[in-house]
């Protein structure tokens, strides 16, 4: 029998069957500020449960079910979450995670399809093929992930932190960056030949100060009034983008095709290797 006390008084909130708890039916359960320090979740059903302020550090939930579970301001610091089902097309059956600290965890494989992860903490997290499409992520602090070849369609990082995040083939489609930090992020790619996807992305107001972008996809992208200085933007395809009163100085656009791209009010004049086509007006 395993018996799960609260973090803080001890009362026993529930008592589970078995000698672990992998694999463990937990559906519907009022578990609020329970201590599941290191427990491991395994395949564990939590759909439905209130995990709302628990303790779950270093916690295992490998493939574990977290439809409808709800676990704002929960402590996931370091807990493997790998391939975990908390997502879905449907947006009242997905899990919330509003400030929850989630800081280091790995989530790997995740599927979180427009979870509510907003005010989060996920500093260094591991979101490596995780599917993000459609996820809330507002205000969140993203810094410093390592998210190769995640899915953030449409996802929602309006004024997110993802300073040094690495991005690298990610498709970012339809995101919605608005004054969102990704200083010194890189969205490259770890292929010779691959590329990482920002079409149709709003990212006015961004910071992408110092940001690797070599190669990238941005094609009818907002960059109105973004900070692109020192920006690595070299042979990216930028066609119908807009970088209206963008920051653009030591911004390299080597090999670029400038020919569609909005440029009115941007300081083109300390650009790099900018070839801007004579009819262009308004740049300064």
């Known amino acids: 029998m395993v018996e799960i006390k609260h973090k803080d008084t001890g009362e026993v909130l529930a008592s589970v069957a078995g000698e672990t708890l992998v694999g463990a039916d937990l559906r519907d359960m009022r578990l609020n500020g329970a201590d599941l320090r290191g427990q491991d979740l395994t395949d564990a059903n939590l759909e439905f449960s209130d995990l709302v302020g628990a303790d779950l550090r270093a916690a295992i939930l490998t493939g574990a079910n977290l439809l409808n579970t709800h676990l704002n301001e929960a402590n996931l610091r ?6 975990v089902r908390a997502g879905s097309e449907r947006p009242a059956s997905v899990a919330v995670l509003s400030g929850a600290d989630l800081s280091e965890a790995n989530l790997e494989g995740a599927d979180l399809r427009q979870a509510e ?4 903490n996920l500093q260094r997290a591991r979101l490596s093929g995780a599917d993000l499409r459609g996820t809330d992520f507002c205000h969140s602090d993203l810094s410093q992930i390592i998210a190769h070849r995640a899915l953030f369609i449409q996802a929602n990082l309006r004024e997110a932190n993802l300073r040094a995040a690495d991005l690298r083939d990610c498709h970012l489609n339809d995101a919605n960056l608005v ?23 709003n990212l006015e107001g961004a910071n992408l100060a110092g940001a690797r972008l ?18 690595d ?10 970088l209206r009163g963008a920051i653009v100085t030591e911004t390299d656009f080597d090999g670029v095709q400038l020919a569609s791209v909005t440029m009115e009010f941007a300081n083109v004049s300390r650009a790099l290797n900018a070839k801007i086509p004579s009819y262009k007006k308004n740049l300064r």
């Open 117 to 120: 992860i907003r005010f989060a």
């Open 78 to 83: 370091r807990a493997t979450l790998s391939r």
């Open 179 to 201: 004054k969102a930090n990704l200083q010194d992020a890189d969205l490259t790619s770890s292929q010779p030949d691959g590329f990482t996807v920002i079409n149709l992305a």
């Open 214 to 231: 070599r190669n990238i996809s941005a094609q009818n992208t907002n960059f109105r009034n973004a900070d692109l200085t020192g920006v």
């Open 233 to 242: 933007l070299a042979g990216a395809v930028l066609g119908g983008a807009i």
